[in-house]
């Protein structure tokens, strides 16, 4: 067994609601120790059994059968949530402005240098390994950056979370 922080993408937005305590249900069934959840956006901390990538993969298919919906799931270790929040690049202005977003793998070089042809008028943003941070200049609920755009031309998917969020995700994950 292994601890890690889960992240589902775009849980509990739309059509896509997953009540937490189904998800902490999910990942009993899958062998997981000590689920918890921490708010409704789709973040898990526990200990997984045996390979990571095949719990996450096992608990995109139970969320699809279950609930008829597919989400990745991304996994990370609790030093791994750490590093990512301490290797964040921009001065942090509004913690709730800035944000790590968890790719599920490492883009190619030649996908970021399409991607950094994506307008983002004050926004910023960086990818650091498998890390895509952000820093919304009004907010991600006000951007001037196309976070569609830019997902399509890094080519990896993945899920955001605020510097609040990751933060908090470490604490529990210690």
Do not use: C
Not at 32 to 45: E, H
Not at 107 to 125: I, N
């Amino acid at each position: 067994m292994s601890t890690r922080v889960v992240l589902l993408r775009a849980v509990n937005v739309g059509g896509a609601q997953l009540p937490m305590a189904d998800l902490r249900a999910m990942a009993a069934d899958l062998g997981a120790s000590d689920p918890r959840t921490y708010i409704a956006s789709g973040n898990l901390v526990a200990d997984v059994p045996g390979d990571p990538d095949a719990f996450d993969r096992a608990l995109e298919q139970a969320v699809e059968t279950r609930f008829g919906f597919f989400r990745e799931v991304i996994s990370r270790t609790p030093d791994e949530v750490r590093a990512a929040l301490d290797a964040h690049p921009f001065e942090v202005l509004e913690p709730k402005f800035s944000y790590v977003s968890f790719l599920l793998r490492e883009p190619d070089p030649e996908s970021v240098t399409t991607a950094e042809a994506v307008e983002t008028g004050d926004d910023r943003w960086q990818v650091v390994g498998r890390e895509l941070h952000l820093r919304y200049a009004n907010g991600a609920g006000r951007p001037q950056l196309d976070d569609k755009k830019l997902g399509r031309a890094l080519g990896v998917p993945g899920t955001a979370r605020n510097l609040r969020t990751v933060a908090k995700l470490v604490e529990l994950s210690a």
